[in-house]
């Protein structure tokens, strides 16, 4: 057997030593470029330059290094192709038998903040090192291609079995590492592409949707047992739920995701649009909130969102704000909620929060402002992209248009209503209220295919406290049933935002029964 060969280019060097002793210990001829070659040397072992190889030299500050026909004529040549061999050999090349390449670290440059230049960027776009992937990927039933560290040893321990030979490597292994070579060029090339468009052409939303993500986690099921299901990370996410860290519990299911993703959504708007409260927190069921509460102390923002609905929060996943106090995790108790996000827990709050089984609590730090942010939805055949973020009404340009006004803490309460309103699904109305120290949702009433039928049902779930409360539709109402039905409930205000052809039935109904109406001009419409 001819002596195997080895090419060596990362930009991540983790373990490269080890892998290139241990080809080195087998008999392998190790190639290299640049930073590795020099990694290499420092351990102390023969490399062999692909300059050297190639019989040209590295140039324009190394863009072109291995872009040669003896590097990629090594690793493309069929072994079984007597005519491909041949040719090899009367061009003086020799076969390469194994390609260990990882990529310049794009996505981590264009994730840099502040943002790094374009031109700093554009070196970042590598060239010679997907290239080699994907000609190694091509013939991998006889080059060996390896994309990450979590690789070598695998390989190793397959080549140590058959003392150095590359066929050692069954073609099983070969395979899946094609396939991950490829899954890793993909994912690269849809992080050029969002990036340069997102500077090059910016628009609302993009021309094209390349999505790329980490390995898949299964999942125990999906929303039902029959149901095969996975969680993916997007590629190189560091933020949201793929960033989350798990306390004990049992594994997350499909619907904990969902309800976790409401929840860290509706939490993150609060942080954007309730600042003026210390604390905010989010009770989730079935994707929608049952209750929301924002105050001055973390206990009391608890109370509040437990209060809205106390009876829909069992099995509930909920979000707060800020690290989970000690005082909390005590009123907390022995409440059976699936899943709950926070910042952090005090030491105490988290070993409160333990003691009952199978909770799963996460930390997510921090819990950032919710922005404008492209969401993907998959339907039959395509797919639908559309901007998502907190609801963007000029609360000074919102108009009181009855003969009742309102003052400036409704205002704020009608900014915390549309807040909670927006992560409702359609049709929803809620009514909301004043605290001691901040304000609440006391009933929900969501997903309903008539608006006054989701009036009923905020009402029943307020009960008494729908008393003085403030009314707060995703839309318009088409007819005045809605806002009488308020009003025989005890609602003193409506916030909707207006535009029905019917506008001033819903006024002159607002005033026949002493109420304040807002018009915000936003729908909020959730589906």
């Known amino acids: 057997m001819a002596q195997p060969r080895a090419l060596l280019s990362v930009w991540e060097k983790s373990g490269i030593e080890v892998l290139g002793k241990a080809l080195t210990e087998m008999g392998w001829e190790l190639l290299s470029t640049g930073g ?13 330059d692909v300059s050297e190889a190639t019989g040209h030299p590295e140039v324009f500050d190394g863009r072109v290094k291995t872009l040669h026909p003896a590097v990629h004529g090594g690793i493309l040549a069929r072994r079984d192709r007597e005519d491909d061999m041949a040719t090899l050999a009367e061009l003086g090349y020799g076969a390469i038998n194994l390609v260990c390449v990882n ?10 903040n502040p943002p790094a230049s374009d031109a700093e960027l554009i070196e970042m776009i590598d060239i010679g090192g997907p290239t080699m992937v994907r000609s190694a990927a091509k013939n991998h039933a006889d080059v060996i291609i390896m994309t990450h560290p979590d690789q070598y ?22 395979q899946s590492l094609a396939l991950t070579a490829y899954q890793s060029t993909a994912a690269y090339d849809a992080a050029v592409s969002n990036e340069l468009e997102s500077r090059f052409i910016p628009s609302d939303v993009p021309s094209r949707i390349q999505v790329s993500s980490g390995s ?40 904990n995701y969902l309800d976790l993703d409401g929840a860290l959504r509706l939490a993150r708007t609060m942080v954007s649009t309730c600042s003026d409260f ?17 105050d001055e102390t973390q206990i009391r923002a608890w109370e509040s969102a437990l209060a809205s609905d106390p009876e829909s929060a069992f099995g509930c996943v909920i979000a707060f704000t800020k690290p989970v106090e000690i005082e909390t995790a005590e009123a907390i108790g022995g409440h059976f909620f699936e899943c709950m996000i926070a910042p952090s827990y005090a030491p105490e709050a988290l070993e409160i929060l333990s003691a009952k089984k199978n909770r799963r609590l996460l930390t997510l730090d921090p819990i950032e402002p919710r922005v404008d942010e492209i969401r993907i939805r998959q339907l039959d055949g395509g797919w639908l992209a559309q901007v998502q973020g907190p609801p ?3 609360w000074d340009e919102v108009d009181c248009i009855t003969d009742k006004q309102v003052d400036a803490s409704e205002i704020a309460l009608a900014r915390f209503g549309a807040t909670v309103l927006a992560e409702v699904k359609s049709n929803a109305i809620i009514l909301v209220s004043r605290t001691a120290t901040g304000c609440a949702t006391v009933g929900v009433g969501p997903g309903q295919t008539s608006r006054v039928e989701a009036v009923k049902i905020a009402s029943r779930r307020a009960g008494e406290r729908a008393t003085g409360s403030m009314m707060v539709s995703d839309a318009f109402f088409p007819f005045r049933d809605g806002i009488d039905a308020a009003n025989e409930i005890g609602v003193a205000t409506v916030v909707q935002p207006g535009g029905s052809v019917r506008d001033q039935e819903s006024i002159d109904a607002a005033n026949e029964h002493g109420m304040a109406m807002l018009f915000t001009g936003t729908r909020l419409f959730l589906h």
């Open 36 to 48: 590795t070659a020099r990694a290499l040397r420092g351990a102390g072992l023969e490399v062999t």
């Open 103 to 112: 990529l310049y670290p794009f996505e981590e440059t264009a994730a840099r």
């Open 153 to 174: 040893l695998g390989v190793l321990d397959s080549l140590s079995e058959s003392n150095g030979d590359p066929c050692g490597v069954d073609n099983t292994t070969r």
């Open 216 to 255: 898949g986690s299964e999942l125990r099921y999906g929303e039902n047992p029959h149901q095969p299901a996975a969680f993916y990370a997007a590629a190189g996410a560091v933020s949201g739920l793929a960033a989350a860290v798990q306390h004990g519990g049992k594994p997350l299911s499909y619907n």
């Open 278 to 294: 210390e604390h905010g927190c989010v009770v989730i069921k079935h994707t929608n909130p049952c209750g929301a509460s924002v």
């Open 392 to 394: 963007s009404i000029d």
